[in-house]
């Protein structure tokens, strides 16, 4: 029984993170690879200028965006010369909440060509409303506190939205784990 | 081969699963001696959980709260799996406060076991500086609250409280070392004391009612580990009914949230003593549980005898609650003047 329960304890607690970061990575756009997106800044503030290069870009234009864990901003579009680079400047909207980005030049086939990490730090304060698109179909996702706003004990609402795969692998977890755990209780 | 396949042995054959088969007194099967086994299994359940959110928290205070929103709302089972990390805490703190007090009721710490009992202190209190600095982790309200307390700890205690300010380091953010001290040298410190806790039971053994009747350690453990996974199917499905929240993102220079359950009688403390109580509050009470077994001399062992230490822990336990109590209905109130 205790070897059964070992064998188990193996796959539970090192086949089940696995395969899920297994499953998460499938459903991920391929890395970019090849072409390639430099700047001599890693942090600029919001409404000021960024200067990008590219290179060994492939034929075609290229949307740049610039994409953080929650919300994703359309900056402009690009087309490469036919050595497949160029270089421009982009003004960061004023809108975009300091934090971590990735600034992405994607394809027309909607596939990531490359990208490069960023740090937006806090520009002036702005009423301008933000113009990024919301991925976690949340009003307050990605939209931080700004000066003058009061602090708030509560919770955020926050929707909850899950598959049935995922409510039954739970589900089936669930009661996997408590069925062996009361036949083990049983037994011993 | 007949014999391996009708226990189920080929894996104990291979891992030597047979040498668990000692004896043990058979009133270690009973609920009261399995919550330090229970308390590992929900420490199992919090490293597990906390390697899958790992993967996704980003600890740059830039990104934490963005990550964190996404770990809810976008990574594969990531509010579940959150969820299971914050109700398995709440669940160990149960077990441990459970069998702290039935250890110290049986007086199990006395001679030759007094390490054993230390180590189990050292546990509980790395446990609750597992649940303070994953507080600070969410980087919400609450989280920043929390982490501005460790600011005002640091510098109230001087050279011992430095790792806790901004000036330790212009090299990284506190942030990031809090949760650097909350996946590293906290989950070693833990792992290390609960190594030694399993080698002192082995070898020294309980402090047991001994009725004279044995069973092996095989079925103990094969008990406890069913024990372990109804208690994990119960957890889960309290996290499915009840995901835990993330609060509103933090505004700088207010303090309007309480913290944690597990923390709430420090906060009461903090009500009557201001931003001392933070530090008094869990100095004493561990320091108290530190010394109980160089407070309590008396060479007789039985359970309930101990005199005057044991109406000192009574009190101090009775001064906890009613802390608690106070954290909980009290009103908020403002510690560290941020």
């Not at chain 1, 740090?119 to 307050?140: C, H, K, Y």
């Not at chain 2, 600890?59 to 990574?75: E, F, K, W």
């Not at chain 2, 500086?129 to 969410?138: C, H, K, M, W």
Request: a negative charge; aromatic letters at 10%; proline letters at 4%.
């Amino acid at each position: 029984m205790l070897g059964r329960t070992v064998s188990a304890g193996f796959l539970l607690v090192l086949v089940g993170p696995t395969a899920l970061a297994i499953a998460h990575g499938a459903v991920l756009e391929s890395p970019p690879h090849g072409a390639v997106l430099k700047s001599t800044q890693s942090a600029v503030a919001a409404g000021g200028i960024l200067t990008v290069n590219g290179s060994d870009f492939d034929e075609g234009t290229y949307a740049l965006r610039l994409i953080g864990a929650l919300v994703e901003f359309d900056l402009r579009q690009v087309t490469p010369n036919e050595e497949g680079t160029f270089a421009l400047e982009l003004e960061i909207p004023r809108a975009v909440r300091a934090g971590q980005y990735k600034l992405t030049a994607v394809a027309s086939d909607g596939h990531a060509a490359a990208s490069l990490d960023l740090t937006i730090l806090e520009g002036s304060v702005t009423n301008e409303p933000e113009a990024g698109r919301d991925l976690a179909d949340e009003p307050e996702a990605g939209h931080g506190a700004t000066s003058g706003e009061m602090a708030r004990a509560e919770d955020l609402p926050i929707e909850r939205s899950r598959g049935g795969a995922e409510w039954g692998l739970i589900g089936l977890l669930i009661g996997l784990a408590g069925g062996l755990g009361v036949s083990m209780i049983r037994r011993a | 081969m007949a014999s391996e396949k009708s226990d189920g042995s080929w894996i104990s054959t291979r891992l030597a699963l047979e040498a668990l088969d000692y004896a043990i007194p058979r009133t270690a099967n009973r609920w009261t001696y399995m919550l330090g086994g229970l308390t590992a299994f929900f420490i199992v359940i919090l490293i597990v959980t906390g390697l899958y959110l790992a993967q996704f928290y980003n600890p740059n205070p830039l990104g934490a709260y963005d990550s964190v929103l996404y770990i809810i709302t976008r990574a594969p089972f990531g509010d579940w799996i959150r969820s299971l990390h914050y109700w398995a805490a709440g669940a160990a703190t149960l077990t441990v406060t459970a069998h702290i007090i039935h250890v110290f009721w049986r007086r199990s710490y006395k001679k030759p076991r007094e390490v054993t009992w230390w180590a189990g202190v050292g546990m509980a209190g790395l446990l609750f500086l597992f649940i303070v600095t994953g507080a600070a982790l969410r980087n919400d309200q609450e989280g920043f609250e929390a982490l501005a307390h460790f600011v005002a700890g640091g510098e109230m205690t001087g050279a011992l409280g430095a790792f806790f300010t901004e000036g330790f380091t212009r090299s990284t953010t506190l942030l990031s070392r809090i949760y650097s001290l909350h996946t590293n040298l906290l989950p070693l410190g833990l792992l290390a004391l609960l190594g030694l806790h399993f080698w002192l039971i082995r070898h020294l053994g309980i402090h047991a009612a001994y009725s004279g009747e044995t069973s092996v350690f095989r079925k103990h453990a094969v008990r406890l580990t069913g024990v372990g996974l109804v208690a994990f199917s119960v957890i889960g499905l309290i996290a499915v009914l009840f995901p835990t929240g993330l609060g509103y993102p933090a505004v700088a220079g207010f303090e309007v949230t309480k913290p944690h359950w597990p923390v709430l009688w420090v906060y009461g403390l903090e009500n009557l003593l201001g931003a001392w109580g933070m530090v008094l509050g869990p100095t004493a009470l561990f320091a108290f549980l530190a010394a109980v077994p160089l407070l309590d001399r008396s060479s007789d062992d039985t359970p309930g005898r101990h005199g005057w230490v044991g109406w000192l822990g009574l009190a101090l336990g009775l001064v906890v609650l009613a802390l608690w109590l106070y954290g909980v209905f009290g009103p908020r109130q403002q510690h560290i003047g941020m």
